[in-house]
């Protein structure tokens, strides 16, 4: 079994910052993707940050230069820093990857339960 769990949403002002933590534990081989995603009330998830299997990272528009995500493979964790926060940003963030438990099995993708980020004043 695999899970992944997310630590570190809540309340913040606008122009607050927030640190997101991730950890995947379980039987892992090997992880191919990890990353965060968002949905809002009303919308669709949407991609906020990741790693690709290349180690490359990939950006929301709406976060570039605001966010940055950064991992410590030894603990099969990634983070999210969030700094400048705007009201927007309010939503759900969940945690994601796509992973293979053993050298043999398939890839198969998880999602984290998710944490509340809240962009207020």
């Known amino acids: 079994q695999v899970q992944l769990v997310e630590s570190g949403g809540g309340l913040v002002q606008p122009g607050g910052s927030l640190r997101l933590s991730c950890a995947a534990s379980g039987s892992i081989f090997y992880i191919f993707t990890m990353g965060w995603y968002r949905q809002a009330p009303g919308k669709q998830r949407e991609l906020v940050a990741r790693?690709?299997?290349?180690?490359?990272?990939n950006y929301a528009d709406a976060v570039k230069g605001r966010f940055t995500i950064s991992r410590d493979n030894t603990k099969n964790t990634v983070y999210l820093q969030m700094d400048s926060l705007k009201p927007e940003d309010t939503a759900a963030y969940y945690c994601?990857?796509?992973?293979?438990?053993?050298?043999?099995?398939?890839?198969?993708?998880?999602w984290g339960q998710g944490t509340q980020v809240t962009v207020s004043s």
């Open positions: 994601h990857a796509n992973l293979r438990r053993t050298s043999w099995g398939r890839m198969d993708e998880y």
């Open positions: 790693f690709t299997a290349g180690g490359t990272t």
